[in-house]
């Protein structure tokens, strides 16, 4: 099946409400990005929004998506480091570094780590122009 592209952001975030508060911020139009970009920057945010649900279980998240041609696309998503609930423990521990990868693919990076009481995902794609 075709992969899905940032344009599909909201519906993922949608879905994912159900179990956690998800705060989208958009501020850019999703459907400019190119598909390559919109790709990796789709599945960086949904890898973030999965961790964030295993280690900060009913914690709410923020996404932003922002940028424009000609300079980069940013996503940045925040949790806080909740106590809320047992953390899961259980996954793989490649998560981060999977999303280290995707960034690279198209020229991008990701950066990661607590900000304060937080945890932060802040992903810069470069968004070239048609």
Known sequence: PPQPTLAELPVLVADLEEDQRIDLEIATDLEQV???TGRQAFRIVQEALTNARKHAPGAPVSVRVAGEPGARLEVTIINPLADLAVPDD????VGLLGLTERASSVGGLVNYGRAGGSFVVSAYLPWKED
């Open 34 to 36: 190119p598909t390559q």
């Open 90 to 93: 259980s996954g793989s521990g």
